[in-house]
């Protein structure tokens, strides 16, 4: 196992034993011959395999048969050491996520940090807000968004915005609003990652909304949400046990997908945030390969 480390050996071992295996990497000939969706994985999956141990979680990832990550933090290490032990897995960070005081107050360092990890897009996971999101929060983050989108688009880099259910709240005079932000950002320097789950628990359908913004959403989060959940909550939280492994919840998975090949959506990232993650994600990576052509 090359450098595998107890840890990650541990998981792996528990994955074997446990019958789950790991899915067949996806070689070029076969993403060739017609693989239409490639694969990612959200790094806050394996949250707390990687605070304990870097080199030896990204080098089971590896072993899952991703090489597209999005990250979530550096795990203590410099963007430089980082990107070095992504690189060791032939893992490409194509996207990271950065939190508003970093995007707000520290852009210049965001920017190089991005650049430092070869990243494609810098994305802003949340919003922070007291209560109730609102119609002014929402139109005081459509400005912060055009303002970083365009900094960000004049080094190279595109932004991003990650919505997570609160959006999705029906205003009086029609529509959400995640509408209105869609509607107050400029393509050209904002777009969105369309994470499924917090998009059916907000209220909304990830299918509509991909048919009303085709040309906004270039990444998607991949997760599936446990059947006993009720919806809509547009909180922006729900317990951590509600992610289950793609297919064995109430999303539309084909739906969703299908239209996201439709769409165009270029980097697809399974999230997982449950405790059972490391068991759960290879089998949300088998059945995304399973409809994914």
């Given at each position: ?24 990497a996806t070689s070029a000939a ?173 209220g909304a359908d990830p299918v ?86």
């Amino acid at each position: 196992m090359r450098h595998l480390n107890r840890i990650a050996a541990a998981l792996l071992a528990g994955l074997l034993i446990a019958g789950w295996g790991l899915p067949r990497a996806t070689s070029a000939a076969e993403k060739s011959e017609g693989l239409m969706i490639n694969v990612g994985l959200q790094l806050y999956s394996f949250r707390d395999q990687m605070a304990k141990d870097v080199p030896g979680t990204l080098e089971l990832v590896h072993k899952m048969g991703i090489d597209d990550v999005e990250v979530a933090g550096v795990y203590g290490l410099s963007a430089e050491q980082l990107r070095d032990e992504l690189k060791k897995n032939r893992l490409k960070p194509s996207g990271m996520h950065f939190q508003w005081p970093e995007l707000s107050e520290h852009l210049d360092q965001v920017i190089a940090d991005a650049k430092t990890l070869g990243l494609e897009y810098v994305t802003l996971p949340w919003i922070p807000h007291n209560g109730e999101f609102t119609i002014q929060n929402a139109h005081d983050a459509a400005k912060a968004f055009n303002k970083w989108g365009k900094r960000l688009a004049e080094a190279g880099l595109k932004f991003t915005y990650h919505a997570h259910g609160y959006e999705f709240r029906p205003q009086p005079g029609g529509g959400t609003l995640f509408d209105v932000m869609a509607k107050e950002t400029d393509p050209k320097y904002v777009n969105y990652e369309l994470d499924i789950f917090w998009a059916y628990d907000g209220g909304a359908d990830p299918v509509k909304l991909m048919e009303k913004y085709p040309d906004r959403f270039p990444q998607m989060h991949l997760k599936d949400m446990r059947k006993d959940i009720k919806t809509p909550n547009y909180t922006g939280h729900e317990d951590v046990e509600a992610d289950v492994a793609m297919g064995r919840g109430q999303l539309d998975l084909p739906a969703i997908l299908n239209e996201a090949i439709k769409i165009g959506v270029k980097h697809y990232y399974i999230e997982d945030e449950s405790k059972e993650s490391v068991q759960q994600v290879p089998v949300s990576i088998r059945y995304v390969r399973s409809i994914g052509h």
